[in-house]
């Protein structure tokens, strides 16, 4: 069975640690439609991933997820938002990343999202993915979580709630620096928004 020994070939090579060639098998397998199965096209969008092609796991994974071959779970979704953001893709990352936060059993993918938003200059959404992560919780850091509102409600002008959230993100080692710099950089913006508001009433 030709498409049997295409998968078999390249799954050798991937024993061997020769991916480069592992990809080059795994593409010619895609055009002659031999990577049929969930499994197959899973493999092959992690080969693209691994290989700093995202774009291409993007489009393989949609693939297999349109056409019912991999389930819509949380490990496939997290993939694919992952594979679209690597791409720059951020609007078609954010509504998958969102139906996959829904599905975790932590908030660590509400937590990728505020920072997606954050990025964005997408400030009020940072803010309830930022929320909403630290209230779902299990998070690797919940500081940068606090870290992430308190930089989105310094860029809405609402300086004392970011400084709180500065504040708290201070408590955590991975986040204690930023957040110090931040806060200082904040404080000095409050005092002179203070003074200028004092002058114009």
């Known amino acids: 069975e030709a498409p049997k020994y295409w998968l078999q070939l390249a799954g050798m090579y991937g024993e061997l640690g ?3 060639k592992q990809l080059a098998i795994m593409e010619i397998a895609e055009q002659q439609s031999y990577v049929a199965t969930g499994s197959d096209m899973f493999n092959l969008a992690q080969l693209y991933y691994y290989h700093q092609l995202p774009f291409k796991a993007a489009l393989v994974m949609q693939k297999a997820i349109d056409a019912g071959k991999l389930a819509e779970d949380e490990r496939n979704l997290t993939f694919l938002a ?3 953001n690597g791409a720059k893709e951020t609007e078609k990352a954010i509504p998958v990343m969102l139906a996959a936060a829904k599905l975790s059993a932590t908030g660590e993918l509400y937590a990728q999202l505020g920072q997606m938003y954050l990025n964005m200059e ?3 959404q940072a803010i ?3 929320k909403q992560a630290i209230e779902k919780g299990g998070l690797r850091n919940e500081g940068m979580s606090h870290l992430v509102i308190g930089l989105a409600q310094f860029n809405v002008g609402e300086y004392n709630e ?6 708290k993100a201070q408590q955590y080692d991975a986040s204690r620096g930023m957040a110090q710099q931040w806060s200082k950089f904040v404080e000095g ?7 200028i508001a004092s002058v114009g009433s």
């Open 128 to 130: 309830i993915a930022s």
């Open 122 to 124: 997408n400030w009020q």
């Open 82 to 84: 992952q594979s679209w």
């Open 189 to 195: 913006e409050r005092k002179q928004y203070a003074s």
């Open 162 to 167: 970011a400084l709180n959230q500065l504040a």
């Open 18 to 20: 020769l991916e480069e």
